[in-house]
Antibody, heavy 120, light 110 residues
Framework: EVQLLESGGGWVQPGGSLRLSCAAS????????MNWVRQAPGKGLEWVSS????????YIADSVKGRFSISRDNSKNTLYLQMDSLRVEDTAVYYC?????????????WGQGTLVIVSS | QSALTQPASVSGSLGQSITISCTGS?????????VTWYQHHPGKAPKVLIF???KRPSETSHRFSSSKSGNTASLTISGLQAEDEADYYC??????????FGSGTKVIVL
């Protein structure tokens, strides 16, 4: 059974940084692309970033480009999201999601999410 | 990348059928077979109902079906049940190798 456990969320002031982690189990982590998706309070789902399985190619939404970066450590079965220069509008539940293939985002299996609050 | 367009809410009575539309553009829905539909109950992880436009995971009820024509995908829920009340999202792979979600539709069971 696919299990994804996000951690690292919390409260941070505008301009601050956080690093989210997603511990994966129940599947061969290195074989699948991985995603971060977020949901701001009262809003819909927004794709944030993805990283391919083999090439390590990364893709990122325009709304966070230059501030967020995604990475993965296949030896630790862990996905990361480094978030810098955080803004109030980055407040959201951040979900880690396993893709259905190695090379395209296509979120398929999701974690329970971790809450990030950006506020002064 | 703008969100795909979905109706804010759709309602139906128990046992009825409803359809949710998802309209994109030449950069996403109309250029790919990778359209996914999710069901999201608040506070829970989103769940895939349909992927690759029409494929249904084994755990998805046959009451859920989907189609695509041009830049619009559609999800139909037949035999509406109380537990179908939730938020529904479409998503599409894009020509930029990114993913874009729909604006979300709240299904209300009357």
């Amino acid at each position: 059974e696919v299990q994804l456990l996000e951690s690292g969320g919390g409260w941070v002031q505008p301009g601050g940084s956080l690093r989210l982690s997603c511990a994966a189990s129940g599947f061969i982590f290195s074989d699948y692309a991985m995603n971060w998706v977020r949901q701001a309070p009262g809003k819909g789902l927004e794709w944030v970033s993805s990283v391919n399985a083999f090439s390590g190619d990364t893709y990122i939404a325009d709304s966070v480009k230059g501030r967020f970066s995604i990475s993965r450590d296949n030896s630790k079965n862990t996905l990361y999201l480094q978030m810098d220069s955080l803004r109030v509008e980055d407040t959201a539940v951040y979900y880690c999601a396993k893709a259905i293939t190695a090379t395209s985002p296509r979120p398929h299996s999701w974690g329970q999410g971790t809450l990030v609050i950006v506020s002064s | 990348q703008s969100a795909l367009t979905q109706p804010a809410s759709v309602s139906g009575s128990l046992g009825q059928s409803i359809t949710i539309s998802c309209t994109g553009s030449s950069s996403d829905v109309s250029s790919t077979d990778y359209v996914t539909w999710y069901q999201h109950h608040p506070g829970k992880a989103p769940k895939v109902l349909i992927f690759d436009v029409i494929k249904r995971p084994s755990e998805t009820s046959h009451r859920f079906s989907s189609s695509k024509s041009g830049n619009t995908a559609s999800l139909t829920i037949s035999g509406l049940q109380a537990e179908d009340e939730a938020d529904y999202y479409c998503s599409s792979y894009t020509t930029r190798r990114t993913e874009v979600f729909g604006s979300g539709t709240k299904v209300i069971v009357l």
